[in-house]
């Protein structure tokens, strides 16, 4: 597993090139004879190319366990892994898989997914996609509010994006909400990609806990209460609680 050292946010492995051409001919299949059933359309801007949603119970258990071994793995070395759970025993699922066969001028903008950790991993590359453009690339951004930076150390790139480069056989897992966006690609091939969400279903029934209100809160709170016995100014004998007084009573007054 290659981790980006600096936050570690992402990841990547390689996959078998046996579990490769498996996935393959399950895809072939599927395009064949049910494309029409499982038609899928997201993110997607489907010039030439085609989207399917792919059957969880179609995956095979080599395939789902590695799924789910990364997104383990991740949170273990992520900075996710400060949540108030083990990692390594964490449940997690497979939330939606789809797979995409992008064609000439096919491409994703920029978005991000559902879930707790999101990823891909191509199974057919193009020859023209490679480091020597950006063809058919996968970029993750980071320039604004809600981007993250996912530059490993050694990485002279400009800090605006990170591209990530497909190549047959490789996984990729990331943050759900991680902005990615994935550029276009010319001339003839299909780049086949499966993209995947994971969730834990058990976080439906976490109820937080309750928090004390911050000291700072509650100081303002208590100047609201102004105590009006006995000073020279006082229209009022006793104490008179303001703090449930609306901002035209304070003006009136």
Known sequence: VSFYQRYNYGATAP????????????????????YDELYHQNAFREVKGKQLELPIDLLPKEMSDFILTMGRGYLQNSGLHFMDVDPAKINLEIETIWATDSEENDYNPCHSHFGLMSGVF?????????????????????????????????????????????????????????KHSVNPFFGPGIRRSVAYNIVCPDAADWKPATIQEPYNK?????????????GPDAKLKGDRDISSASIKDVSDA
Do not use: C
């Open 218 to 230: 509650r100081k303002f709170e208590q100047t609201l209460k102004i105590d009006t016995a006995g």
């Open 122 to 178: 191509y199974l057919k590359v193009p020859p023209q996609v490679s480091e020597l453009n950006e063809e058919g690339a996968l970029m993750f951004h980071h320039a604004e509010d809600g981007y993250v930076d996912v530059n490993p150390y050694s990485s002279v790139r400009p800090k605006g994006y990170d591209m990530s480069i497909p190549e047959e056989g490789k996984f990729v897992i990331f943050p759900a909400w991680q």
């Open 15 to 34: 996959m078998r090139k046996e579990l490769v051409d498996q996935m393959n001919q399950i895809l072939d299949d599927l395009y064949k004879n049910r």
